[in-house]
């Protein structure tokens, strides 16, 4: 039962007038009215939700805690970006294992468009083993075939022109979608094409039997290819221009919806429930713009949260739903435990390493440049690529029994799992990808600036996880975020053998004249031992940006958060649509799953609707 002052207000309450998307920053647009839906966040999993509901012509308010950025070049330009700039970003918070805070924060969008508007752009597909996985691990439903033509439905590939396929683009028709609203390509012009060709002769040098093919979306055949990026060619200002999910799902003139409210500039504190648990609205406000008064809006339908891995977690934990000792810690009194809440952070440690690049070629951009736009070449490397016949040594230690408990155990000690069998599931789902499926553990991205070519890498599917949660009940206040990096000693050695062969890649007879020194960053030689690559990753490593898993989608027994149809367990109504319900990690960038998540999301809502 609603409010008196909300039904009347679903009384007085109109749509807005029939010229297209209302993005505003008043709360007025908001405050008491009713709506089908609330939708937290605008970012990916947001618009893609919002766009889906609104265009079967239900009302739809989407509230989102940072500004509408659509004029800044920074987030409409794909190369216009500064690394790292505090333009659209959170920057969050970062703590040491021990909880004291670290210099470095976390990157996470922070406008409309969420991370979509400031991120590296990279798009390219998971393997048909992996999504097949989510539906083994408690999820009915969810698997390739289901997932697969939503990620072909959302993107428009524009193919490579003659120039750019000489310049290393590579694409295979079958794997992409050519109707969609996300654009992906390649840019114009490419980017260090003889680097680029350089990195491919040299790859098999550091990494036996990698196989070197063309379209990194074909993940049946190939490892190392060449990868899209969602951005589209505006011959009009000679731009790359970003294709967000904003540019693609909301700016767009095509997408327009009298339906659609985008509330920007507004930070959603909690959810308010009736009494058996029904999902009726949120309380929210602006530090900014209403100077942190707080107003309430009303959902016929349903609450949606899409605020992000760093985002759901806590706003679940400030409407009393999570684990019992960190509310008590934040001074917030439960209503529902749900001890998955904030557990199970997971991202990809990633660093990198540098050659300096000899005097004669630092003026050649086909080599070496400074523009802004992720390395065109990404090869994903398995156990056997990194370790030949010494794989069997970590696949004997992953695959024992007591080795599985031991590390359940101590995830379940840190905080960083719900239960014993809970992180058993999930690490024997990535395990089991690693040893049965064969699939990659590391990324490794050629890349070259000034003076310098770089091999950045990561571990591409962690055994380690972290965990976020609130300090307090303040809306407006950071969340604590323990990633616990490199905590799994897979991880570890993963992350040692990788540094090891990216100097072995620029000592690769390919390089021979282009490469000055091999071992400039870091300066370990090739005699450096464990302990100081160890050392050097502890410092060095930051997240790969692809932050999943702490609203987690699996059976409840599991410390599961949402269910199948993506329902936060317990309650009615109140479902979460964004990177958070991923319960493990994917081997490719994030992007093209979420979307297909989002908007199979968004099917399956219209479905209860
Ligand atoms: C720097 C960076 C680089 C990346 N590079 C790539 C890449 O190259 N390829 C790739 O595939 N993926 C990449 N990613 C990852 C990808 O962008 C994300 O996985 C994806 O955008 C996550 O979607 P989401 O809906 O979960 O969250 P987001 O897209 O981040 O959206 C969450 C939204 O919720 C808002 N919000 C948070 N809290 C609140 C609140 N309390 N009230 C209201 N609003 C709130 C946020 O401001 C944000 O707009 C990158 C991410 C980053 C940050």
């Not at 509230?63 to 505090?86: I, K, M």
Request: hydrophobic share 45%.
């Amino acid at each position: 039962m609603l409010p008196w002052f909300a039904s009347l207000a679903l009384a007085l309450f109109s749509a807005p007038a029939a010229h297209g998307t209302c993005i505003t920053d008043k709360a007025a647009a908001a405050a008491d009215k009713i709506f089908d839906y609330i939708i937290v966040g605008a970012g990916l999993g947001g618009l893609t939700v919002g766009n889906k509901l609104s265009g079967k012509g239900f009302s739809v308010l989407i509230v989102e805690a940072g500004p509408d950025l659509s004029w800044n070049p920074e987030v409409f330009n794909a190369e216009d970006r500064v690394f790292q700039s505090a333009t659209c970003n959170w920057q969050y918070p970062v703590l040491a294992n021990n909880g004291s805070k670290l210099p470095s924060t976390i990157d996470s969008g922070a406008c409309i468009g969420g991370s979509t508007s400031i991120n590296g752009m990279v798009w390219y597909r998971p393997t048909k083993a992996e999504v097949d996985r989510l539906e083994t691990l408690g999820n009915p439903g969810w698997n390739w075939d289901s997932i697969s033509p939503h990620m072909k439905a959302i993107e428009r590939n524009h193919v490579p022109d003659e120039t750019q396929i000489a310049q290393g683009a590579g694409v295979d028709p079958a794997v992409h979608g050519y109707s969609g609203a996300v654009n992906t390509s390649f840019p114009t012009p490419m980017r260090i094409p003889k680097a680029v060709a350089l990195y491919k002769q040299a790859l098999p040098f550091a990494f036996s039997g990698l196989t070197v093919g063309s379209d990194l979306s074909n993940r049946t055949s190939v490892v190392s290819a060449s990868t899209s990026w969602t951005i589209w060619y505006d011959s009009a200002t000679g731009k790359n221009r970003r294709s967000s999910a904003a540019d693609a799902l909301l700016w767009s003139p095509d997408q327009q919806r009298d339906s659609l409210t985008v509330l920007a500039n507004h930070t959603v504190d909690r959810i308010l429930f009736s009494k058996d648990m029904t999902a009726t609205g949120v309380v929210f406000g602006s530090k900014s713009v209403t100077k942190g008064k707080m107003s309430r809006v009303y959902a016929k339908k349903g609450v949606v949260l899409s605020a992000g891995t760093f985002g759901s977690a806590p706003i679940l934990e400030r409407s009393g739903i999570g684990n019992a000792v960190a509310l008590k810690a934040a001074g917030v009194k439960q209503f529902l435990n749900l001890p998955g809440v904030g557990a199970n952070l997971n991202d990809q440690p990633g660093t990198s390493t540098s050659a300096l690049i000899a005097e004669a070629f630092r003026n050649d951009t086909s080599i070496v440049d400074g523009r802004n736009l992720f390395g065109p070449q990404i090869s994903l490397i398995n156990i056997d690529e990194i370790w030949g016949a010494s794989a069997s040594i970590y696949s004997n230690e992953l695959i024992s029994p007591s080795a599985l408990r031991s590390r359940a155990q101590a995830l379940v000690e840190a905080g960083a799992a719900a239960n014993i069998d809970g992180a058993e599931a999930i690490l024997n789902t990535t395990i089991s990808l690693i040893l049965q499926s064969r699939l990659p553990v590391a990324e490794l991205l050629a890349e070259s600036y000034p003076s310098v070519i770089s091999a950045i890498f990561w571990p591409l599917m962690p055994l380690s996880r972290g965990h976020v949660h609130i300090n307090s009940p303040d809306a407006f206040a950071p969340p604590a975020i323990m990633p616990r990096f490199l905590t799994d000693e897979f991880d570890q050695a993963v992350a040692i053998a990788v540094a090891r062969r990216t100097r072995d890649l620029f000592n690769a007879p390919p390089f021979k004249n282009v490469v000055a020194d091999a071992y400039l960053d870091p300066p370990i030689s090739r005699n450096g031992t464990d302990e100081e690559y160890l050392a050097w990753l502890s410092k060095t490593t930051s997240g790969a940006s692809h932050w999943i898993g702490t609203t987690a989608m699996m059976p409840k027994k599991l410390g599961g958060v949402v269910d199948e149809r993506l329902r936060v367990y317990g309650t009615k109504n109140l479902r979460v649509v964004d990177a958070g319900i991923l319960p493990f990690q994917i081997t490719s960038h994030t992007m093209s799953m979420l979307y297909a998540v989002a908007s199979r999301a968004a099917s399956l809502i219209l479905a209860d609707a």
